[in-house]
């Protein structure tokens, strides 16, 4: 099987090669192409190119007709009629140039042969050559410069000549060849032994040889990087350590370079002797350090090693040095307490010496002395609750393995306090997309007590319980302005504060500012419209805080009538952090109205917000108001202006009184006493002593004791004086006050004879009355009527007493004119008029009925 393979492949070669021969005979088999003087030349040379045919080989039909043309690249550059051809060429270009003859024929062109000439310069002289030995037991490897490039086929051949005649050579023929490996060993051992190596360069036009270099085995020879790096630090020390490495036998000389992790630049130490060991001082602390270490075998021949792979580790941690930067914010949150937020920067990392543990926060109350709080945080804030009175101070340190910082002590006081102290134009301008400058002028008046600026600023979230961080930076008295751009973002509005401290005393002046801000992608949502005194009270949701797109500076609230195509009147309102709601006065009344609100930065409008519709009322209705209110007062003071209209209103007003605040009382309609008592009166007229001692006579039934207690009694009415009576002659004038009456409330005798008397004539009025007659004897002024009981027609007991008849009335009156005039008013309601009776169905009589005489009411 295998010999089938191999005969099959031997096969395949011979056919191949037949073939490629059968092509090259076949191309040339008409004629031939010669060239002069050669198929290589330099560049700018000068080339005869001859085509001839061989003999019967023109155009069949007529070989008087052949021509022959010379291609070069495809394009004619001469043509001639008979069987050959030849043609000079100038300015070929360097490299490789075809030339193709061709015979023309009646109908078509038949190839007769071509050539190629190579263009090309001899070889420029090699340059900087050097030959290293990597190690000691390396081989000798020889660089060089070949020089511009010669477009032809060149060898480069090397040869190192070494004591007693010793010749080394090789030959690389690699158009780019520009080292070489001669394969040998040369031992620094003896100094004093030189070497001579030369390059030389060949190609068909020419060769050169470059300078010959002479070395010694010290000269080349480059000892091995060091290797198996180690390091250690003795006692756990962070800022020393001890390396260790591998070398060559021979080396006599080491530098040592280094650096931490985030640094760019190398600390370089040079050692002679080390040995294998060096020690390092001056290290940072917990740093993350880069170590490479390089050798060299002479002080002054040969050149160093290659860099010895790196060894990357952390020193140890040390107790932290410096002290943290604090800063406050005091708050009133209660009329005697107030919150304390402290924020403090991490330690750098030369500061710290180590990973941060925790801070320790001590709290102290300055005028005891006492320590209040001692407090542990791993955050780099504390917040607590503190009482107003009294000085405070707070100290706060870093901790970590090793040890704390020094405490840093801050006295809490009222950071903008002084007035005085407040810097004054204060702004702040865009520096980029993350920057910002912030500038200021010093206090006016106390520029030189200022000792120290702090510039603070965190982002603006209005609405929102949780504060963002705080930052600020420090900056000296004679500096106005600073670059801010920690945690600054972009479209993002934030509250900048600069304060001047001068001791515990400082002022503070405030700002909003943004690095680049747009139009707010959205406006503020009405949420309510209330009427409050006839104004309207605007009321909206704050726009998201990412919705801001930089500080908003103010906002527009815009107002038209629904179904109006005029312009919208609005009214800008500046931007307030605690601000969602804003009165107008611009509205009319009974007209609705449709509004809407927007937000305006820098850089333009929002969108506007939702829209509301809105009608004002309370504006007319409140004219209204005032107006009928001003008329009935108008009115009211013409009437009480008047002395008869005020009496009447009086009158009126006590009437009414009387009706809702009288009791009701008992019908004495049919009363024995009422029956009997004008009788006995005209026939004993019994003295009003005796008339009082029946009253209460032990002989009489155990009376029903009922109290009757009014609160105010009624004032008597002047009835207006009838035409027909004559002046002076109306009847007794009424009480003008109202005067309180109390059954415990004895009178004296003469006053009660007299009330008594007059109730006597009263009864007697009402007893010789009937609804529809008249007095039957005019000149008497009292008719006792033989009736069983009183009329219990409305008004019974008068009001007016002016309208019934006098014991004085003139006999010479006409009888029309004792006619009962009508009663305006009863002290009495209707209802009462009923007779109290009780459950047996019996009316109540005056002779179970007890009476005072100080309840009797005229």
């Given at each position: 099987?295998?010999?089938?393979?191999?005969?099959?492949?031997l096969?395949?070669?011979?056919?191949?090669?037949?073939?490629?021969?059968?092509?090259?005979?076949d191309?040339?088999?008409?004629?031939?192409?010669t060239?002069?003087?050669?198929?290589?030349?330099?560049?700018?040379?000068?080339?005869?190119?001859?085509?001839?045919?061989?003999?019967?080989?023109?155009?069949?039909?007529?070989?008087?007709?052949?021509?022959?043309?010379?291609?070069k690249?495809?394009?004619?550059?001469?043509?001639?009629?008979?069987?050959?051809?030849?043609?000079?060429?100038?300015?070929?270009?360097?490299?490789?140039?075809?030339?193709?003859?061709?015979?023309?024929?009646?109908?078509?062109?038949?190839?007769?042969?071509?050539?190629?000439?190579?263009?090309?310069?001899?070889?420029?002289?090699?340059?900087?050559?050097?030959?290293?030995?990597?190690?000691?037991?390396?081989?000798?490897?020889?660089?060089?410069?070949?020089?511009?490039?010669?477009?032809?086929?060149t060898?480069?051949t090397?040869?190192?000549?070494g004591?007693?005649?010793?010749?080394?050579?090789?030959?690389?023929?690699?158009?780019?060849?520009?080292?070489?490996?001669?394969?040998?060993?040369?031992?620094?051992?003896?100094?004093?032994?030189?070497?001579?190596?030369?390059?030389?360069?060949?190609?068909?036009?020419?060769?050169?040889?470059?300078?010959?270099?002479?070395?010694?085995?010290?000269?080349?020879?480059?000892?091995?990087?060091?290797?198996?790096?180690?390091?250690?630090?003795?006692?756990?020390?962070?800022?020393?350590?001890?390396?260790?490495?591998?070398?060559e036998?021979?080396?006599?000389?080491?530098?040592?370079?280094?650096?931490?992790?985030?640094?760019r630049?190398?600390?370089?130490?040079?050692?002679?002797?080390?040995?294998?060991?060096?020690?390092?001082?001056?290290?940072?602390?917990?740093?993350?350090?880069?170590?490479?270490?390089?050798?060299?075998?002479?002080?002054?021949k040969?050149?160093?090693?290659?860099?010895?792979?790196?060894?990357?580790?952390q020193?140890p941690?040390?107790?932290?040095?410096?002290?943290?930067?604090?800063?406050?914010?005091?708050?009133h949150?209660?009329?005697?307490?107030?919150?304390?937020?402290l924020?403090?920067?991490?330690?750098?990392?030369?500061?710290?010496?180590?990973?941060?543990?925790?801070?320790?926060?001590?709290?102290?109350?300055?005028?005891?002395?006492?320590?209040?709080?001692?407090?542990?945080?791993?955050?780099?804030?504390?917040?607590?609750?503190?009482?107003?009175t009294?000085?405070?101070?707070?100290?706060?340190?870093?901790?970590?393995s090793?040890?704390?910082?020094?405490?840093?002590?801050?006295?809490?006081?009222?950071?903008?306090?002084?007035?005085?102290?407040?810097?004054?134009?204060?702004?702040?301008?865009s520096?980029?997309?993350?920057k910002?400058?912030?500038?200021?002028?010093?206090?006016?008046?106390?520029?030189?007590?200022?000792?120290?600026?702090?510039?603070?600023?965190?982002?603006?979230?209005?609405?929102?319980?949780?504060?963002?961080?705080?930052?600020?930076?420090?900056?000296?008295?004679?500096?106005?302005?600073?670059?801010?751009?920690?945690?600054?973002?972009?479209?993002?509005?934030?509250?900048?504060?600069?304060?001047?401290?001068?001791?515990?005393?400082?002022?503070?002046?405030?700002?909003?500012?943004n690095?680049?801000?747009?139009?707010?992608?959205?406006?503020?949502?009405?949420n309510?419209?209330?009427?409050?005194?006839?104004?309207?009270?605007?009321?909206?949701n704050?726009?998201?805080?990412?919705?801001h797109?930089?500080?908003?500076?103010?906002?527009?609230i815009?107002?038209?009538?629904?179904?109006?195509?005029?312009q919208?009147?609005?009214?800008?309102?500046?931007?307030?952090?605690?601000?969602?709601?804003?009165?107008i006065?611009?509205?009319?009344?009974?007209?609705?109205?449709?509004?809407?609100?927007?937000?305006?930065?820098?850089?333009?409008?929002?969108?506007?917000?939702?829209?509301?519709?809105?009608?004002?009322?309370?504006?007319a209705?409140?004219?209204?108001?005032?107006?009928?209110?001003?008329?009935?007062?108008?009115?009211?003071?013409?009437?009480?202006?008047?002395?008869?209209?005020r009496?009447?209103?009086?009158?009126?007003f006590?009437?009414?009184?009387?009706?809702?605040?009288?009791?009701?009382?008992?019908?004495?309609?049919?009363?024995?006493?009422?029956k009997?008592?004008?009788?006995?009166?005209?026939?004993?007229?019994?003295?009003?002593?005796?008339?009082?001692?029946?009253?209460?006579?032990p002989?009489?039934?155990?009376?029903?004791?009922?109290?009757?207690?009014?609160h105010?009694?009624v004032?008597v009415?002047?009835?207006?004086?009838?035409?027909?009576?004559?002046?002076?002659?109306?009847?007794?004038?009424?009480?003008e006050?109202?005067?309180?009456?109390?059954?415990?409330?004895?009178?004296?005798?003469?006053?009660?004879?007299?009330?008594?008397?007059?109730?006597?004539?009263?009864?007697?009025?009402?007893?010789?009355?009937?609804?529809?007659?008249k007095?039957?004897?005019?000149?008497?002024?009292?008719t006792?009527?033989?009736?069983?009981?009183?009329?219990?027609?409305?008004?019974?007991?008068?009001?007016?007493?002016?309208?019934?008849?006098?014991?004085?009335?003139?006999?010479?009156?006409?009888?029309?004119?004792?006619?009962?005039?009508?009663?305006?008013?009863?002290?009495?309601p209707?209802?009462?008029?009923?007779?109290?009776?009780?459950?047996?169905?019996?009316?109540?009589?005056?002779?179970?009925?007890?009476?005072?005489c100080?309840?009797l009411?005229?």
């Amino acid at each position: 099987m295998a010999h089938t393979v191999k005969g099959w492949s031997l096969a395949l070669i011979f056919i191949t090669m037949w073939l490629v021969i059968k092509a090259k005979i076949d191309v040339c088999k008409r004629g031939e192409v010669t060239v002069k003087p050669s198929h290589v030349i330099s560049h700018g040379s000068a080339v005869n190119i001859s085509c001839s045919l061989k003999p019967k080989q023109g155009c069949l039909y007529n070989s008087s007709v052949d021509r022959l043309i010379l291609y070069k690249y495809g394009g004619r550059i001469s043509s001639h009629q008979g069987h050959s051809l030849s043609s000079q060429v100038t300015d070929l270009p360097l490299g490789k140039t075809l030339f193709v003859c061709k015979l023309a024929c009646t109908n078509s062109e038949i190839r007769i042969c071509g050539a190629e000439i190579s263009v090309g310069v001899i070889p420029e002289q090699p340059r900087n050559l050097s030959c290293i030995q990597k190690g000691e037991r390396g081989t000798v490897v020889c660089t060089w410069d070949r020089g511009r490039y010669t477009h032809l086929y060149t060898t480069y051949t090397l040869q190192l000549n070494g004591p007693r005649n010793v010749v080394w050579q090789k030959q690389c023929k690699d158009h780019y060849c520009d080292h070489l490996d001669l394969g040998i060993n040369l031992t620094p051992e003896s100094p004093e032994s030189s070497f001579t190596a030369t390059v030389t360069a060949h190609n068909s036009l020419g060769n050169s040889s470059s300078p010959a270099l002479t070395f010694s085995a010290l000269d080349i020879v480059i000892p091995l990087p060091p290797w198996d790096i180690s390091i250690q630090f003795p006692n756990a020390s962070g800022s020393r350590c001890t390396l260790q490495w591998k070398d060559e036998g021979l080396v006599l000389l080491n530098r040592l370079r280094y650096r931490p992790r985030d640094s760019r630049s190398w600390n370089l130490v040079n050692v002679t002797n080390a040995r294998g060991r060096h020690h390092l001082l001056n290290l940072k602390p917990f740093t993350e350090y880069e170590f490479q270490i390089s050798s060299k075998l002479h002080l002054y021949k040969g050149d160093w090693s290659d860099w010895s792979e790196s060894l990357k580790t952390q020193t140890p941690e040390e107790a932290p040095t410096g002290m943290l930067d604090v800063w406050y914010i005091k708050q009133h949150i209660e009329y005697n307490r107030q919150q304390i937020s402290l924020s403090w920067k991490n330690l750098s990392v030369s500061e710290a010496r180590g990973k941060i543990l925790h801070y320790r926060v001590t709290l102290q109350e300055v005028t005891g002395g006492k320590t209040i709080l001692q407090n542990i945080t791993a955050h780099t804030s504390w917040t607590w609750v503190i009482p107003r009175t009294g000085n405070w101070a707070v100290s706060v340190s870093a901790a970590n393995s090793k040890g704390s910082s020094l405490p840093t002590r801050i006295n809490i006081t009222d950071l903008c306090g002084a007035g005085l102290l407040a810097p004054h134009e204060v702004s702040a301008n865009s520096e980029g997309i993350d920057k910002m400058v912030v500038t200021w002028q010093p206090p006016r008046k106390a520029a030189s007590a200022v000792r120290e600026y702090v510039v603070e600023w965190r982002e603006l979230h209005p609405g929102t319980d949780t504060q963002p961080p705080l930052n600020w930076l420090r900056r000296p008295p004679s500096s106005l302005s600073a670059l801010i751009s920690e945690n600054i973002k972009p479209y993002v509005c934030y509250e900048i504060r600069v304060c001047a401290l001068s001791g515990d005393q400082g002022g503070c002046s405030s700002i909003l500012g943004n690095s680049k801000h747009k139009a707010p992608l959205s406006g503020p949502q009405i949420n309510a419209i209330t009427e409050e005194k006839g104004s309207v009270l605007i009321s909206w949701n704050n726009i998201p805080a990412q919705e801001h797109m930089g500080c908003i500076l103010r906002y527009r609230i815009y107002w038209k009538e629904r179904d109006s195509d005029a312009q919208p009147q609005f009214c800008e309102i500046p931007h307030r952090v605690s601000q969602n709601s804003h009165p107008i006065n611009s509205l009319q009344p009974e007209v609705t109205y449709v509004l809407w609100m927007t937000a305006l930065t820098a850089a333009g409008e929002s969108p506007q917000g939702n829209e509301r519709e809105f009608c004002l009322q309370g504006k007319a209705n409140g004219n209204a108001y005032v107006a009928s209110s001003v008329c009935i007062a108008v009115i009211m003071v013409g009437i009480f202006s008047v002395r008869y209209f005020r009496q009447k209103i009086f009158v009126l007003f006590s009437a009414l009184r009387s009706q809702s605040w009288s009791p009701k009382i008992p019908d004495p309609a049919n009363s024995t006493w009422a029956k009997k008592y004008p009788t006995v009166e005209e026939k004993t007229q019994l003295p009003l002593e005796r008339l009082l001692t029946a009253w209460s006579t032990p002989e009489e039934p155990e009376p029903l004791i009922i109290n009757e207690v009014l609160h105010q009694v009624v004032p008597v009415f002047r009835h207006p004086q009838h035409p027909n009576f004559p002046e002076g002659r109306q009847g007794v004038q009424g009480h003008e006050e109202d005067t309180v009456s109390n059954v415990s409330d004895p009178s004296p005798p003469g006053a009660l004879m007299a009330e008594t008397r007059k109730l006597v004539n009263l009864y007697k009025v009402l007893g010789s009355r009937s609804p529809d007659s008249k007095p039957a004897h005019p000149a008497h002024p009292v008719t006792v009527l033989a009736v069983d009981y009183l009329p219990t027609y409305e008004g019974y007991l008068p009001s007016n007493r002016d309208d019934l008849p006098s014991r004085e009335a003139s006999l010479t009156d006409p009888p029309e004119e004792l006619e009962p005039q009508h009663i305006a008013f009863s002290v009495f309601p209707s209802s009462s008029l009923h007779p109290l009776t009780f459950s047996c169905g019996e009316k109540l009589t005056l002779d179970r009925l007890k009476m005072g005489c100080d309840s009797l009411m005229l």
